[in-house]
T-cell receptor
Framework: DAGVIQSPRHEVTEMGQEVTLRCKPI?????LFWYRQTMMRGLELLIY????????DSGMPEDRFSAKMPNASFSTLKIQPSEPRDSAVYFC?????????????FGPGTRLTVL | DAKTTQPNSMESNEEEPVHLPCNHSTISGTDYIHWYRQLPSQGPEYVIHGLTSNVNNRMASLAIAEDRKSSTLILHRATLRDAAVYYC???????????FGTGTRLKVLA
C-alpha cells in the first residue's frame, strides 16, 4: 500500500499568491482530514471529510482557506491569497470510516513557506 | 473536549524500557485513549489505543489506570529509532476528532 500521498512536499511562494496542496488518501478509506502544524500552535485539525462531503470545517482559519474533495481519491487545500503566517507543515490523513477507533494514517506533509 | 497533560520531554537509554505518562483527569466514560508518535520530518503515526483495559501490540503496551484518569505508554526496549514526539489523545465515542497536545519529546541515548 502506497500510503497517503501528498504533493508537493515543499512549496515556497510569495505573499498574495494562490497555493494548492494535494492529497491522495489510501484506497478504500472513506474519511479524510487536513491538519496544519506550526511551532506556536502544534497540530490543528482544519477540516474533515466523510464520503467526500465536508463534515466539519470549524478549524479552517478564515475565508482564504478552502478545501475540496471531488472524488474518493483526491482532495485539495487551497489558500488564496497566501500570507506569511500561513507558513506551516500541512498534513493530510485518511481513515477507513472516521470513527473514534479508526486509525488515522498521515501523509508526509507539505512544508509551505510564504515569503 | 477532555484535555491531556504530558511531560514536555523525557530521556531514555537505548535498550531500556520507557514509560511515557499521560494525565487525563477529565476523561469521560466513552473517551478512547490514543497514542501517536511523530518521528522527525514525518507525519504522526499510530502507536496504540485503548478504552479501559491494558493493551499490547508489537510496538508498545498501554497501561490504563483503574479510574482512567491517567495512562502510560510503555516501550519495552527503546531504540534510537523510537526518538520522536509522543502524543496522548482522547476521542469521544462517536466522533473522529483528535485534539493534539504538545506531546512528549523522547530522546534515546546510545
Amino acid at each position: 500500500d502506497a500510503g497517503v500521498i501528498q504533493s508537493p512536499r515543499h512549496e515556497v511562494t510569495e505573499m498574495g499568491q494562490e497555493v494548492t496542496l494535494r492529497c491522495k488518501p489510501i484506497s478504500g478509506h472513506n474519511s479524510l482530514f487536513w491538519y496544519r502544524q506550526t511551532m506556536m500552535r502544534g497540530l490543528e485539525l482544519l477540516i474533515y471529510f466523510n464520503n467526500n462531503v465536508p463534515i466539519d470545517d470549524s478549524g479552517m482559519p478564515e475565508d482564504r482557506f478552502s478545501a475540496k474533495m471531488p472524488n474518493a481519491s483526491f482532495s485539495t487545500l487551497k489558500i488564496q491569497p497566501s500570507e506569511p503566517r500561513d507558513s506551516a507543515v500541512y498534513f493530510c490523513a485518511s481513515s477507513r470510516a472516521g470513527g473514534p477507533t479508526d486509525t488515522q494514517y498521515f501523509g508526509p506533509g507539505t512544508r509551505l513557506t510564504v515569503l | 473536549d477532555a484535555k491531556t497533560t504530558q511531560p514536555n520531554s523525557m530521556e531514555s537509554n537505548e535498550e531500556e524500557p520507557v514509560h511515557l505518562p499521560c494525565n487525563h483527569s477529565t476523561i469521560s466514560g466513552t473517551d478512547y485513549i490514543h497514542w501517536y508518535r511523530q518521528l522527525p520530518s514525518q507525519g504522526p503515526e499510530y502507536v496504540i489505543h485503548g478504552l479501559t483495559s491494558n493493551v499490547n501490540n508489537r510496538m508498545a503496551s498501554l497501561a490504563i489506570a483503574e479510574d482512567r484518569k491517567s495512562s502510560t505508554l510503555i516501550l519495552h526496549r527503546a531504540t534510537l529509532r523510537d526518538a520522536a514526539v509522543y502524543y496522548c489523545i482522547l476521542t469521544l465515542l462517536g466522533t473522529y476528532k483528535y485534539i493534539f497536545g504538545t506531546g512528549t519529546r523522547l530522546k534515546v541515548l546510545a
